[in-house]
């Protein structure tokens, strides 16, 4: 994974997260951002590593995976451009709660939560818009995943 | 669910059309119960348990019918069951149809071969409503089988493709060893003027595709949810949360059409075996405007 931090306002201007937050949020959370590019088949992190950043896809496809030893991993999901990844950062233990391999060459902007966290403490307004703009996106995770386990397709009577 | 008004300040104010009644009216016509022999010509393996026949009158003239269409198909001896056809509208010298094994009837119909014969009823039931839709973007979303019945209305609209606007294809499968007609996702994924997305509920790494519910689609797909209609066929469940998502998204219930299954014996509206609500699935179905079953649909057992 490389970083960079030229465009960063621009791109952060522009990416649905930041719709309808006080600008001068937006300059405070660019402190702590950068840019990355991850290639096909690399790790973005690994389940079980402290969760000190998360971030906002640009473009690309990110698949979630469960590593299960001795079989092929289990994808859960894929999230791709515009989508938020790795909510983790948010609650203690802050660990990564799954693989993320990037499926295709894909751009992110990465946030860095230790950072983050600590500008959130101080204030608990930053840290609500920033909560407001995560919870909806946990529960939607949340129904999908419930819509899933249905298995809407499988053989009737199964 | 929200109920979005309907889209009155649009430019395409116009009120949307039911399916069109294409059934004869019930019993009277004796032919309509009376099964016509077919000879099996092609029998492919789609998925595991999913296989696609290709059928031939023995005699007379091929069987036309709109897409969405179903037919009685009998196999002698052992019973009768509802099947969409699934083949070329344009192209109807071949009966096409896509089959889940999931019961007695069903599976016995996977020891069919070539040279085999059949009984054909139909066809019936109301029709997607690809004409009526002409100028609008059109959004299909199918799960596992439920692409079988959209095919033909898929066909019909990328045959004439300058008539619609946007078209975008959303399915949704249990595994990627489940997709449906993997070589025509392909081949009209592969249009520019068409865009494909498929998801699979679970897949291990191998799979490079998307994960995750047919819903989640649905907010990226390139439509304009003003002007789009939708065209839904699934699982029941899926149908709810499809029909939930698209209406998010801004497509009015009066826009939206699936095609919904019931038991069936008549298939001419005689029988009320079919029986959803205030109307038969055969006579009145299978496909329906959502805006006048959403009632239904908060009712459960019905
Ligand atoms: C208008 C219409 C179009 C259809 N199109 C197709 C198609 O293109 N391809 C296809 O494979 N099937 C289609 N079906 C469903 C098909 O008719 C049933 O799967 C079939 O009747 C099952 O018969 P069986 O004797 O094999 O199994 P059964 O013993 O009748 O059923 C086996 C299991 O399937 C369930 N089941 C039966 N019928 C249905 C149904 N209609 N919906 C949901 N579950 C059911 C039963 O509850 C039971 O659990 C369609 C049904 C309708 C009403
Ligand atoms: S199947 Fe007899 S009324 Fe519909």
Known sequence: MTGETHGLDRILARHPFFDGMPEGYR????????????????????????????????????????????RKPIVVDTLGSNEL????????????HF???????????????????????????????????????????????????????????? | MRMAPADAATAAA????????????????????????????????????????ELRPLEGPPLAFQPGQFTMLYLFGVGEVAISVSGDPDRP????????????????MTALKPGAVVGVRGPFGRPWPCAEIEGRDVVVVAGGVGLAPLRPAILHVLARRGQYG???????????????????????????DTSVAVTVDRASAGWHGQVGVVTKLIGHAPFDPEEAAALVCGPEIMIRYTVQALNDRGVSLDRI??????????????????????????RDGPVFRFDRIADRFAVREL
């Not at chain 1, 405070?28 to 969760?51: F, M, S, T």
């Not at chain 1, 990844?85 to 990564?96: G, H, K, Q, T």
């Open chain 1, 27 to 70: 300059v405070l959370i660019q402190g702590c951002a950068a840019n990355a590019v991850v290639k096909a088949g690399d790790y973005v992190y690994r389940e079980g590593e402290p969760a000190d950043r998360f971030y906002l896809i640009r473009e690309g496809r990110v698949a979630l995976e469960v590593y299960v030893p001795g």
């Open chain 1, 85 to 96: 990844m790795n909510w983790s950062w948010l609650l203690p233990p802050y660990r990564c």
């Open chain 1, 99 to 158: 693989d993320a391999r990037a499926l295709e060459l894909t751009r992110l902007i990465t946030l860095d939560a230790v950072c983050l966290r600590a500008k959130m403490d101080e204030d608990p307004v930053l840290g609500y818009a920033v909560y407001k703009r995560f919870a909806p996106v946990v529960a939607a995770r949340l129904a999908a995943a419930r819509r899933q386990l249905t298995d809407m397709y499988g053989a009737p009577g199964s």
């Open chain 2, 14 to 53: 116009r009120p949307m059309p039911e399916p069109r009644q294409e059934t004869a009216p019930a019993a009277r016509t004796p032919d309509l119960m009376a099964p016509r022999p077919f000879t099996v010509e092609r029998v492919t393996r789609d998925v595991s348990d999913t296989f696609t026949l």
């Open chain 2, 93 to 108: 010298e071949r009966l096409v149809q896509t089959i889940r094994a999931v019961g007695p009837v069903t599976r016995a």
């Open chain 2, 166 to 192: 946007k078209v975008a294809l959303l399915c949704g499968a249990r595994t990627p060893k489940d997709i449906l007609f993997r070589r025509d996702l392909r081949r009209w994924g592969g249009r520019l």
């Open chain 2, 257 to 282: 059409y699936v095609s919904m299954e019931r038991n069936m014996k008549c298939a001419v509206g005689f029988c009320g075996h079919c029986q959803f609500g205030g109307s038969f699935v055969c």
